[in-house]
């Protein structure tokens, strides 16, 4: 999860909540659902306390170098 | 210095005036061009303006007794034809126009050239909203392309640290104005599409810088530019100028944003408003699952009370069968039992009525008891003189034994 960007995140808590209220599903794997969707908002929840605006000029060098010095 | 002729700015202005003043054909001049930077003294009313075309610009000035006459209202971007002399302002050292008379020439040609690229643009389809592409609701990255220096620069800053610090800034300084800038934006939006690095690749660009001039907002109507916008594999939003400003930029965007805060609004989603989004998605997974082990638990509980009757009936018509066959094998037994019995039960009371005494005493026969009251069916039961009873049908006899007479 580690890797998972928040927007992912998000969009995979979402899709799980449609998913439990479609009510579709076992109990068996609704309660599967519910276990990774806690842990997705757990996930976003604690990217969100820690976020911090991040602000990087890209200097020529960076612009000349590309992706590697950003 | 000796030799060498110092003129003072005044000397200098006067000379260059006197020169400009002295051409006849200066004096009369038919000029189009197209109006920029107009100001309006209210208070004197005299027009001051600059007339402009792809290349160059003059100052220009209509002084109120001149201006009042005039039939219609000057605007920016205004393409008129000019009549009037060419002269020096001294104060200023700035060469101008002194316009007597004014007619509007249209649009302005700079006008007519922006009205002619936007429409060659959306025949091509460079504007078609179902080829604008949808922006990230939740951008890790945002690529902004402004001015070092610019207001749009810390608007977008602020408003995204605000809103949603989690958004990092990936900032490619740029100029916003003159002959470089469409071709630096265009670069800029090349280098953040050609980004395959993670962590240098935006999610969305904002392409913007705060208002000003026509001519200031001019290099956002490049054809280039426009093209590079309508390129992009990465979405562009553009924020160029003020609310009633509108580029070619704008237009092909897959955004426009009326200003450089308006654009950082629209990437960026409140923070607080995604906390309470994701409060409410697990309130909303919990009421559902609880809801679910309810409806559950419901549902076993109704199945296990079905099963555990049906189960009941299935046991009880079991042993009903049981039973109905233990009955009918009782039954049978019994009767079985009840007939014989009843034949023995006959069989035993013919055979007893037979053995009854007094039927035997009736036919003559009688019956012989000692003293001590025992049946006497032997001679050798007594001896000679004994007391004897003999009983009849009707009474006994007391008797004594005479003489006893073997068989």
């Not at chain 1, 927007?7 to 519910?34: H, R, T």
């Not at chain 1, 000029?57 to 590309?66: C, D, H, Q, R, S």
């Not at chain 2, 060469?95 to 006008?111: F, K, R, T, W």
Request: proline fraction near 3%; charged fraction near 25%.
């Amino acid at each position: 999860m580690k890797q998972m960007s928040f927007e992912q995140a998000m969009k995979d808590l979402e899709e799980i909540v449609a998913k439990l209220e479609d009510g579709e599903e076992s109990l068996e794997k609704s309660l599967e659902l519910f276990e990774k969707g806690a842990k997705l908002a757990g996930f976003c929840n604690e990217i969100l306390a820690n976020a911090e605006q991040k602000v990087t000029e890209l200097t020529n060098t960076a612009i000349e170098k590309g992706a590697e010095n950003v | 210095m000796i030799g060498i002729n110092i003129l003072t700015v005044t000397q200098l202005n006067t000379y260059v005036k006197a020169i400009l003043d002295g051409e006849k054909k200066l004096w009369d001049v038919f000029l189009l061009g197209e109006i920029s930077n107009l100001t309006n003294h209210y208070q004197s009313g005299h027009l001051y303006f600059s007339l402009k075309d792809e290349k160059s610009t003059i100052r220009a000035v209509m002084f109120f007794f001149s201006a009042k006459n005039l039939k219609f209202t000057p605007k920016n971007g205004m393409s008129v034809i000019v009549r009037g002399k060419v002269s020096l302002y001294e104060n200023s050292g700035n060469y101008q126009i002194y316009v007597e008379d004014m007619q509007p020439d249209g649009l302005g040609s700079l006008n007519l050239a922006f009205e002619q690229l936007k429409e060659k643009l959306a025949n091509e389809g460079l504007f078609d909203p179902t080829l604008k592409k949808p922006l990230p609701r939740y951008p890790q990255r945002v690529g902004l392309i402004t001015a070092k220096t610019g207001a749009a620069l810390f608007d977008v800053l602020s408003i995204l640290k605000r809103r949603c610090p989690l958004i990092e800034v990936l900032f490619y300084p740029v100029m916003v104005q003159g002959t470089k800038a469409a071709e630096q934006i265009i670069e800029a939006i090349k280098f953040f599409n050609l980004q395959k690095n993670e962590k240098s690749r935006a999610d969305v660009l904002i392409v913007t810088r705060g208002g000003g001039s026509i001519e200031d907002l001019w290099c956002f109507n490049d054809e280039s530019l426009a093209r590079e916008i309508f390129k992009s594999k990465i979405p562009i939003i553009s924020a160029v100028g003020h609310e009633t400003d509108f580029t070619i930029c704008d237009f092909v965007a897959d955004l426009r944003a009326p200003t450089p805060s308006a654009a950082a609004e629209v990437v960026s989603p409140e923070m607080n408003e995604t906390i309470l989004k994701i409060d409410t998605y697990v309130l909303r997974m919990k009421r559902k699952i609880i809801d679910e082990i309810k409806k559950y638990q419901k549902e076993v509980a109704a199945f296990a009370s079905r099963n555990k009757l049906k189960e009941q009936i299935r046991w009880i018509n079991k042993k009903k069968m049981i039973l109905q066959l233990s009955v009918n094998k009782l039954e049978s037994n019994f009767l079985r039992i009840l007939n014989k019995k009843k034949e023995a039960y006959l069989l035993s009371v013919s055979r007893l009525d037979n053995l009854s005494p007094l039927k035997i005493l009736s036919l003559g026969y009688s019956l012989a008891i000692s003293e001590d009251g025992n049946v006497i069916n032997s001679i050798t039961k007594v001896n000679k003189n004994d007391e004897i009873t003999i009983k009849l049908k009707d009474g006994q006899l007391r008797c004594s034994v005479n003489k006893k007479i073997k068989k």
